[in-house]
């Protein structure tokens, strides 16, 4: 696509501002373009700490920041929230809850969501995690379950009500089932008079053979059993055939649990399916190598709304570096092209930094290129990548404040549950 | 009373966590005796801060602090996450979500409430700040009304949602006041690219001839000029008539404010009415001058729930000293009761510590006895009391880290929008 002459400097409108999008905003650099960022949200989540909002050790505002304050020294950017309803590629329009917005290049950084395999209704059941709403209810109900359970005397009802099942054995879940074992079983230990919180069960149910599929086996084999060595009931190969309330149930039997966390089922967008391309079974829209969408050189999509195989044959992942190199690409050849250049687009090569999760207090695993980490090198790489990557001074130091206190107190500060009363 | 001659150890059931009823489980000594406390909530909230959640300063965690950890080495105590939702003095039980308690002692520390002089229906319109879940509700609206000015094009509407009018001039609409003003004309100035939050509007409305009534006039009236100086209207002698949906009513017109927040009425827990004594006019218990009620030796009512004039003729007022120090006063008497002794009942004798507001950045106004501080001075001793009253080791080093980052950067953490969106 050739330099387009229009009267008034180029407009980039960007919908999303997670990794991809924030990126997009902070590394795209021409003179005129004016940039439109669109967000449903006023900030930028750090997704990869949620599961720590959820089981109270960081508090929200911790692991997010406002879009406009990350934002603010960029020139020539408009943030609007809202929520995008439509996207005409034909026409070149976003509809959105703050009005219709024209574009000469679209760059699509909307996300992914939740999905759970053609099940909607068992969403209700088991929420998964994805908003810093979705992570303060899940605390409020993983807290709720043992005040209730104190408060009976039941024993059946009591065990159901301390039994956790987090379904999908990928990082998420690994993550969450490990944070879930050292709340019940170190953190709320003493805080109990009646029951006693290292009773609680915690049942991690995955579908395939092993844990973290996408990591070696041997780094698998030592997630599942550290989690077992934290008193984590591990069962793979077993699948989910149906979620009621408070029900998992598998063709071995049913699980009865108060909470029920759903890890397992991560889709696109679907807002992918107007972008009039083809999509895969996530959802994703299947973008050309230069990540712009076949018959739309106009409009890119980046991150987790996307399926894609970079030009070594890769697959690319759905994780923040693979979102963040493919913003960078976009905005180089968006840049390259707006002056001119010759050869503006190219395929895009996308680089493994490697993946890591953490099971708990000094245990993770970490692939980096041909480097296995396990234990506590691991662990320590865990938190020094985590804490360069979340965004701003305020929250890094406040979140490293937060996890030496934790660490040496085994406490955690946010147990705190709202939303719990209707306004009295 | 005498000593009671039962069978089981004698049991005292605590009503609410707040400054009244935690420190009574704190200070109450007694080899056998067995402590219930029952609250709404999971948290003990240090209300005096709950003003900078509101306006995005601090995060709610950091104020908050469960109650099971604050008294996880007390013997002999349970603490039961329930609602209370009556009380029978006469067949000395109290009944609650988590089932019915009867006692031998009974501490009534359940705090206040909002009220709207007569008009319930104008809380629907005028949020009051009592809870987390009011903070967030506030924080959220404010920073929603400016997104929403930022997507507008009409003049008249946007004056109207960038204008903030706080009803009361007490402490807390005084520190209501300075705070959304330093978040809009401070905090917020390079967040927008097409509103000046510098031309918000803030209108402090008060029915009496001054603010903060209860200090000496002189530091009423330097809170009256430094919030001036902030840019906050300030209209004292003005009585509001009715409010509706963004809309506040005076004899002299109306104001149109898309946040209106109630700072003015601060009413007694409605349970105070089952204590079968006479209540005043905010519906506070009038209790005897040991802090029993009238007719039942073994109830005691203490903090916000109770109106009383201590042995010196002095009104005790509610605030979170007088209840401290009433816990310990019933503390101790019922200790000596307990243990036989004579003249276990004494009348209350309330120490008044002072007074004090904070306004805004280095700006406060103080008394504590006959020293009346102003500017910074003031400030530095309402951070320090603060910050020593402030629960928790994790929390006052949290705050600290807050208020030190914001005071450099004239920033503010917190500015987090949750809650906004239905689940998807």
């Known amino acids: 696509m050739q330099h387009r002459r229009v009267q008034r400097p180029p407009r980039i409108v960007v919908l999303g501002a997670g990794f991809g999008g924030l990126t997009f905003c902070q590394t795209f650099r021409h003179p005129t373009a004016e940039i439109v960022l669109i967000d449903r949200q006023n900030h930028h989540l750090f997704q990869p700490l949620l599961y720590q909002v959820a089981t109270a050790a960081l508090s929200a505002p911790e692991i997010a920041q ?25 026409a070149r329009t976003v509809t959105s809850e703050a009005g219709v917005f024209d574009y000469d290049y679209l760059v699509v950084a909307l996300g992914g969501r939740t999905t759970y395999f053609g ?39 009591r065990r159901r009500l301390m039994t956790i099942v987090v379904v999908g054995g990928g990082p998420t879940g690994v993550e969450l089932a490990g944070a879930c074992s050292e709340l019940a079983h170190t953190v709320l230990r003493s805080d109990f008079r009646r029951i006693d919180p290292a009773h609680a069960k915690i049942i991690l149910v995955e579908g395939s053979p092993r844990l973290l599929g996408q990591l070696p086996e041997s780094l698998g084999q030592e997630a599942h059993d550290r989690l077992v060595e934290m008193g984590v009931e591990v069962r793979c190969g077993v699948r989910v055939l149906d979620i009621r309330k408070g029900e998992v149930h598998l063709a071995e039997g049913i699980l009865l649990a108060e909470n029920i966390l759903w890890a397992a089922g991560v889709g696109a967008s679907p807002l992918a399916a107007k972008l009039g391309c083809e999509i895969d079974r996530a959802g994703r829209a299947k973008a050309s190598q230069d990540l712009s969408v076949p018959g739309h050189p106009e409009v890119f999509a980046i ?52 993946s890591m999760a953490t099971i708990g207090r000094s245990a993770a695993v970490a692939k980096m290129g041909s480097l296995e980490l396990t234990g506590f090198p691991a662990w320590a790489a865990w938190l020094f990548v985590h804490l360069v990557f979340l965004i701003g001074f305020r929250n890094r130091v406040a979140v490293m404040f937060q996890w030496a206190y934790s660490y040496f107190t085994y406490k955690r500060g946010a147990r705190i549950i709202y939303g719990l009363r209707r306004p009295s």
Chains 1, 2 share one sequence.
């Open 303 to 354: 991150g987790d709304i996307v399926a894609l195989v970079d030009k070594d044959g890769q697959v690319v992942p759905g994780v923040s570096p693979a979102a963040m190199q493919a913003a960078r690409h976009v905005a180089r050849q968006i840049e390259d092209e707006l002056e001119g250049l010759p050869d503006a687009r190219r395929p895009f090569d996308y680089w493994d930094k490697g």
């Open 119 to 157: 099940h909607p209704e068992w969403e209700k059941f088991a929420p998964g995690l994805k908003t810093l709403d979705d992570a303060q209810r899940i605390r409020r109900e993983l807290l709720m379950a043992f005040e209730k359970a104190e408060n009976t005397s039941d024993p059946d009802e």
């Open 66 to 90: 406002p879009i406009r304050a990350i934002l603010c020294d960029v020139p020539n950017l408009n943030v609007h929230l809202a929520e995008v309803t439509d996207i005409d590629v034909a």
